[in-house]
């Protein structure tokens, strides 16, 4: 079979979940037992969002091979449960360097390198570059930005082209808003019209139309949609808000999105997609009555997309731990030792989050020396292992001037620092830990039995280490090295195995974590949440 190519864009505003959408479609279509990826082509000029501020792109996910990503890479692992690749996400700067490095090395002859056709081409050839391993049936295609931007320009134009190229084995989807004016009580067509227009305009004509929507469309106006803009009538598909982004691949397949693919693909259409497992995690979720707390502590957390991953994991252990979830968002940079007995003390468990750099690290201490003195569940993740490290040497070795040379590159007592083969390095990307390594936890670790085995994989994106010459120095005081990569001996994971649940790991659990395979050390700890919340409630009730 050939490999079907579906392009997914989007119109009249941004921010419409164009990922959503697009990974609500590639479930559906693996439930049906398809084999389906998605790939996210982003038009900002970064060679990747490894350098990019949380304040201006959101999280920063990683891939198992070390690419740093758009956090869409996360909707789309997170919904499909397949691993993406460096090839599943491409920004104008990597299209445009290798384009430049083809030029530099003469591979066109002298040629006049222009948009059209050596930028389009490379664009097509990456589009095409997954499709050609013969791994997928279907490449699901997200191009970011809004129909309209001239930084899409480009994009556009690659699959004009691409659609007369591929004929029936590609289609377009496209993704607008139909506002609800209050005022006039009404549902308002025209700004998709507008972004249809414009699409056409470029020379491409959407197949299927996803209209995002506060109220319900009619299907008078689905008619009216489909009249203005060329569209069957029966591919104008509604996506109404949901509580749950969880529930739109269910929305999706009772619009037949799934079945308006197939169809127009010329792939045959038959049974019901497979998603007993999916609608089991959302039976749990819409039955959860009773809550469990967590306090995540970072400098970030004004910012909705910052902490997507671990947002995500922690939901996912809450739901199938019969929980739901409140994650109450504790400000780093405000967090001191006259208010945390305030801000942390109705937590069931805390977060120590990840990030780099000085500010807001303080608070992390602080968070860090009241959980471990108060017994409270408590996960620190890359940069909160590194400070779980730290305040541990503090305060509990008597070092009191430990740190980070992160943070002080002359500390007397550098617990946690750059290997030596890192030193030299100037390049950011160069020093950093990036992509899946191998950990071996000790058998009886809190980590290991979390995991149920000793031998694991997860993801890194962190720069400085765990200094080996200190470790004796914390096992004998009581913070445990369980988990230490098997080729270089570098410590992967801490505990207390004194406290109920005080865990740091090097590595970023959260990007392995899925709807249908939900990530084993974030199930532990909401689980210890769970135990310390009724433990705290039997208190209260024999008091």
Request: include cysteine; charged fraction near 25%; charge should be negative.
């Given at each position: 079979?050939?490999?079907k190519?579906?392009?997914?864009?989007?119109?009249?505003?941004?921010?419409l979940?164009?990922?959503?959408?697009?990974?609500s479609?590639?479930?559906?279509?693996?439930a049906?037992?398809l084999r389906?990826?998605?790939?996210k082509?982003?038009?900002?000029?970064?060679?990747d969002p490894?350098t990019?501020?949380?304040?201006?792109?959101?999280?920063c996910?990683?891939?198992?091979?070390?690419?740093?990503?758009?956090?869409?890479?996360?909707?789309?692992?997170?919904?499909?449960?397949?691993?993406?690749s460096?090839?599943?996400?491409?920004?104008?700067?990597?299209?445009?360097?290798s384009?430049?490095?083809?030029?530099?090395?003469?591979?066109?002859?002298?040629?006049?390198v222009q948009?059209?056709p050596?930028?389009?081409?490379?664009?097509?050839?990456r589009v095409k570059?997954l499709g050609?391993?013969?791994?997928y049936?279907?490449i699901?295609?997200?191009?970011?930005?809004?129909v309209?931007d001239i930084?899409s320009?480009?994009?556009?134009?690659a699959?004009?082209?691409?659609?007369?190229e591929l004929?029936?084995?590609?289609?377009c989807?496209h993704?607008?808003?139909?506002?609800?004016?209050?005022?006039?009580?009404?549902?308002?067509?025209?700004?998709t019209?507008?972004?249809?227009?414009?699409?056409?305009?470029?020379?491409?004509?959407?197949d299927?139309l996803?209209?995002?929507?506060?109220?319900?469309?009619?299907?008078?106006?689905?008619?009216k949609?489909?009249?203005?803009?060329?569209?069957?009538?029966d591919?104008?598909v509604q996506s109404?808000?949901?509580?749950?982004?969880?529930?739109?691949?269910?929305?999706?397949h009772?619009?037949?999105?799934?079945?308006?693919?197939?169809?127009?693909t010329g792939?045959?259409?038959?049974?019901?997609?497979?998603?007993?497992?999916w609608?089991?995690?959302?039976?749990?979720?819409d039955?959860a009555?009773?809550t469990?707390?967590?306090?995540?502590?970072?400098?970030?957390?004004?910012?909705?997309?910052?902490?997507?991953?671990?947002?995500?994991?922690?939901?996912?252990?809450?739901?199938y731990?019969?929980?739901?979830?409140?994650?109450?968002?504790?400000?780093s940079?405000?967090?001191?030792?006259?208010n945390?007995?305030?801000?942390l003390?109705g937590?069931d468990?805390?977060?120590i989050?990840?990030?780099?750099?000085?500010?807001?690290?303080?608070?992390?201490?602080?968070?860090?020396?009241?959980?471990?003195e108060h017994?409270v569940?408590?996960?620190g993740?890359c940069?909160?292992?590194?400070?779980?490290v730290?305040e541990?040497?503090?305060?509990?070795?008597?070092?009191?001037?430990?740190?980070?040379?992160?943070?002080?590159p002359?500390?007397p007592?550098n617990?946690?620092?750059?290997?030596?083969?890192?030193?030299?390095i100037?390049n950011?990307?160069g020093t950093?830990?990036l992509?899946?390594y191998?950990?071996?936890?000790?058998?009886?670790?809190?980590?290991?039995?979390?995991?149920?085995?000793?031998?694991?994989s997860?993801?890194?994106?962190?720069?400085?280490?765990f200094?080996?010459?200190?470790?004796t120095?914390?096992?004998?005081?009581?913070m445990?090295?369980?988990g230490?990569n098997?080729a270089?001996?570098?410590?992967?994971?801490?505990?207390?195995?004194a406290k109920?649940?005080?865990?740091?790991?090097?590595y970023?659990?959260?990007y392995?974590?899925?709807?249908l395979?939900?990530?084993?050390?974030f199930?532990s700890?909401?689980?210890?949440?769970i135990e310390?919340?009724?433990?705290?409630?039997?208190?209260?009730?024999s008091?």
């Open positions: 079979m050939d490999t190519y579906i392009f997914v864009t989007g119109g009249v505003v941004s921010s979940g164009k990922g959503i959408i697009s990974s479609l590639a479930c559906l279509l693996k049906r037992g389906v990826t998605i790939q082509f982003d038009p900002y000029i970064n060679i490894g990019l501020n949380p304040y201006e792109h959101g999280e996910y990683v891939t198992v091979d070390g690419h740093e990503a758009d956090l869409d890479l996360g909707h789309y692992e997170r919904f499909t449960n397949v691993h993406t460096k090839a599943n996400n491409v920004t104008t700067g990597r299209i445009y360097q384009v430049i490095d083809k030029e530099r090395r003469g591979d066109y002859l002298g040629k006049t948009i059209v050596h930028i389009t081409d490379e664009i097509k050839r570059f050609n391993t013969g791994e049936d279907y699901i295609t997200e191009i970011g930005g809004t309209g930084e320009l480009p994009y556009l134009e699959v004009r082209q691409l659609r007369w004929g029936q084995n590609s289609l989807v993704l607008t808003y139909v506002p609800y004016i209050a005022a006039a009580k009404e549902l308002k067509t025209k700004p019209q507008h972004s249809v227009k414009a699409l056409q305009e470029v020379g491409i004509q959407p299927i996803v209209l995002r929507t506060e109220k319900e469309i009619s299907a008078e106006m689905r008619r949609i489909a009249l203005f803009c060329n569209v069957a009538h591919s104008v109404m808000d949901v509580n749950s982004i969880y529930k739109v691949p269910i929305m999706m009772r619009q037949h999105l799934d079945e308006i693919v197939l169809r127009k792939m045959p259409v038959e049974g019901e997609p497979q998603m007993d497992s609608l089991h995690f959302i039976e749990k979720m039955n009555t009773e469990v707390t967590i306090g995540l502590v970072g400098k970030y957390v004004e910012l909705q997309d910052a902490y997507k991953s671990i947002n995500e994991a922690l939901f996912h252990a809450a739901t731990a019969d929980r739901k979830l409140d994650i109450v968002y504790i400000h940079e405000k967090l001191t030792d006259a945390v007995q305030e801000r003390q937590m468990g805390v977060i989050a990840p990030g780099f750099g000085q500010r807001g690290i303080d608070g992390k201490f602080t968070a860090l020396k009241w959980c471990r017994d569940p408590t996960f993740i940069l909160g292992m590194q400070c779980m730290i541990f040497a503090r305060n509990v070795l008597g070092l009191e001037d430990a740190n980070s040379t992160e943070m002080n002359h500390t007592y617990v946690i620092d750059l290997m030596e083969e890192q030193k030299n100037s950011l990307g950093m830990r992509g899946a191998d950990c071996v936890l000790r058998p009886e670790s809190k980590a290991a039995a979390a995991y149920g085995k000793q031998n694991i997860e993801r890194h994106r962190h720069r400085f280490e200094n080996d010459d200190y470790r120095r914390f096992e004998e005081a009581g445990a090295c369980v230490e098997p270089t001996h570098l410590v992967e994971v801490v505990e207390m195995p109920r649940w005080f865990i740091g790991t090097q970023h659990p959260e392995s974590s899925t709807v395979s939900p990530s084993p050390v199930c700890f909401i689980n210890a949440a310390y919340h009724n433990e705290k409630e039997s208190a209260k009730a008091e």
